[in-house]
């Protein structure tokens, strides 16, 4: 588990583990906007077995917090759909507890990619006043962790600075890479390898955020959308 700081023991979803040699599924397979044509070079988890990650991570964490008040701290871009499906997956089960889950929402934006290469910048835009998050249960979610950078352990690092009560961290995507160490999250969706994927608001220079799979970029749409 990553070190959160929790008082508490958490039971780790370590997610789905996609093999090296998995080739992804046929476009032919799935409809996707026309615009992105020869762009792509494979689905790569398709938006209903997103879903179903998405509702398994929630009742794991809905488990976990024994009706605590929570605050969800969403990463974006890229987290936004992410953030808005958990939201509302966490809304419908706690309406069918016995304690209704006060719940809030913030942002941050974390940017550290230049094409498809992540940069040693790393900048995390907003969150002056995150003072929301003190003595409270903290959702730290993130779309994408990349075992092998800093990134998420900087944004880890920035969200206890506002002393929560406890911090769990679902994520629906952990890249594998050589030489892995860092934050691990608590909540995994799938374990990948060490492709740059696009889609259900993960970017290429901003391109691509309007897919609802998760897909492979081609080496066309690297060109095409490079700056």
């Not at 959160?4 to 032919?28: C, M, R």
């Not at 206890?160 to 030489?179: A, D, E, F, T």
């Not at 934050?183 to 609802?212: K, M, Q, S, T, W």
């Amino acid at each position: 588990m990553a070190d959160s700081g929790s008082p508490e023991s958490v039971e780790q979803d370590a997610g789905i583990v996609i093999k090296d040699d998995f080739a992804g599924y046929s476009l032919d397979l799935f409809s996707y906007p026309e615009h992105y044509f020869e762009d792509l070079a494979c689905v790569y988890i398709p938006h209903g077995v997103i879903m179903d990650r998405n509702s398994n991570i929630t009742q794991g964490i809905i488990g976990s917090l024994k009706g605590h008040d929570i605050v969800v701290l969403c990463v974006l871009k890229g987290g936004y759909k992410f953030c808005a499906d958990l939201v509302e997956f966490i809304k419908v089960l706690s309406r069918s507890s016995d304690k209704s889950l006060l719940m809030r929402v913030n942002f941050i934006r974390l940017k550290s990619y230049c094409n498809d290469q992540s940069t040693e910048d790393i900048q995390i835009i907003g969150g002056d006043d995150l003072t929301v998050l003190t003595g409270k249960d903290v959702l730290l979610l993130n779309i994408y962790v990349n075992i092998g950078k800093d990134s998420h352990c900087t944004v880890l690092k920035f969200t206890q600075g506002s002393l929560p009560y406890m911090v769990r961290i679902p994520c629906l995507l952990v890249k594998r890479v050589p030489n892995e160490g860092g934050c691990r999250p608590d909540y995994v969706g799938f374990e990948i390898p060490n492709h740059f994927i696009v889609g259900y608001a993960l970017d290429y220079n901003e391109h691509f955020r309007d897919l609802n799979h998760i897909c492979v970029i081609s080496e066309v749409g690297k060109e095409k959308y490079k700056v």
